[in-house]
């Protein structure tokens, strides 16, 4: 159905927006939002210290629903996290203590900030429900309403089962636990919406229907496709690591060129995912041919970057780019390490301290290929150590390949 079919802003924004893969409702969420504030959910497992670019699809919903004059609810997973979502996967996630669960929560939430306006969101943790059910209580009230048909029939289960891999009980009762969330934000906040990514579909399914059977309540769900690029590749992974979104993590220039190096066939429909470029601009700049489409890979770049880093950074960033890539400089930008060139450095340790490299194998490979250089002349000593002598206006500049730069500072 067309966007302009809708009543909603919601619905209209995230349909035309490209964010709709599956509802159970589209036409009901539709009304519901056009004659009420809705409350709508997403919730976050913790079990890393930053959030990835592959999660920001998921954030950008909660920002829409903001947008549109409704109210987000970030769910923290305290309790999740301990038995751990098996979707997608062949093999259990390793157990976190509540210490390390706890630091990953205040990483997460930085982001937020950013992308929501938080005095009007709910930030809240299923912690504070979950673990204060007995078993059998627990049990009684909501195992009757699940059937192992049912709950064998959901694909992260039928793809531990397929592949002959080990699924624990724990991992089994994953699905319970998030149904009950959805129950538990539908009594304590109206929540009447729970979005998340395609493979969290059958999960959410199971919190709908809960809510259904237990309060006769009627909520809705909504999952976005799994974002990958033209070329195959998973939103947020790339051949350097994960794309976080913390800066302390990634840098803001790193995650400036993330975006700059989008594929061509791709820049359309990440402005209208991952920025707030009006759509008849983002017409305008998916419609360049040949070197202009670097314009509208700028664009998203910047747009993305200044959304969740500021506009100071996606600006010193732009300008970092322009000064490595254009003129053969190094800009202010670029990730950086200190180091005491009086004694020198070894070449291998620079590049693996300033993350252009994972390992002193990986290091050596690259030299040998040719693709490291130093203050832009090639590399060709695996031996070499960087000292004062290679200071360049006050730093050294290191790069692999066309695209990965970092820079050494004495210290």
């Not at 539709?30 to 959910?41: N, Q, V, W």
């Not at 954030?59 to 947008?67: D, K, S, V």
């Not at 993305?304 to 500021?310: D, I, P, Q, S, Y």
Request: glycine share 10%; hydrophobic share 45%.
């Amino acid at each position: 159905m067309a966007a302009s079919t809708y009543a909603s802003e919601l619905v209209k924004t995230l349909v035309e927006r490209g964010y709709l893969y599956q509802a159970t409702d589209i036409d009901g969420l539709d009304k519901r939002a056009a004659r009420e504030t809705l409350s709508g959910y997403i919730g976050f497992d913790l079990t890393a210290r930053s959030l990835h670019v592959g999660s920001l699809v998921q954030i950008m919903l909660l920002r829409r629903l903001q947008q549109a004059g409704h109210k987000p609810v970030v769910l923290m997973g305290g309790a999740t996290t301990k038995v751990g979502d098996p979707t997608g996967r062949d093999t259990s996630r390793p157990m976190l203590t509540p210490d390390v669960i706890e630091e990953n929560k205040e990483g997460i939430l930085k982001p937020f900030g950013a992308l929501l306006d938080m005095k009007e969101a709910i930030v809240v943790n299923n912690d504070e429900w979950l673990a204060e059910y007995g078993y059998l209580d627990f049990l009684r009230d909501y195992g009757t309403h699940f059937t192992i048909n049912r709950m064998l029939s959901f694909d992260s289960v039928k793809l531990r089962l397929d592949r002959e891999q080990p699924m624990t009980f724990l991992e089994f009762n994953y699905m319970l636990l998030q149904a009950v969330d959805f129950l538990e934000l539908h009594r304590r906040f109206g929540t009447a919406l729970q979005m998340g990514g395609a493979d969290q579909w059958g999960n959410i399914i199971n919190g709908v229907e809960l809510c259904r059977r237990v309060d006769s309540a009627e909520v809705f769900g909504f999952t976005t496709p799994l974002i990958t690029s033209a070329s195959g590749a998973k939103m947020g992974k790339t051949a350097d690591g994960a794309v976080w979104l913390n800066a302390d993590m990634k840098s803001a220039y790193e995650y400036w060129q993330f975006w700059r190096n989008t594929e061509d066939a791709d820049v359309g429909r990440f402005l209208k995912l991952f920025t707030d470029i009006p759509l008849d601009e983002i017409a305008r700049l998916e419609a360049l041919q040949g070197a202009e489409i670097n314009d509208a890979k700028i664009a998203l770049a910047n747009a993305a970057t200044e959304m969740l880093h500021g506009k100071v950074a996606a600006e010193k960033a732009e300008a970092t780019a322009k000064a490595t890539f254009a003129g053969g400089g190094a800009g202010d930008a670029l990730p950086a390490i200190t180091a005491d060139l009086n004694a020198g450095i070894a070449l291998l340790d620079a590049l693996v301290d300033a993350g252009l490299c994972a390992s002193k194998g990986e290091a050596k490979r690259k030299i040998g290929e040719g693709a490291v250089k130093v203050n832009d002349a090639a590399a060709g000593d695996m031996a070499f150590s960087l000292s004062i002598a290679e200071l360049k206006d006050g730093v050294i500049k290191l790069s692999v390949g066309k695209k990965r730069h970092a820079l050494v500072r004495p210290g």
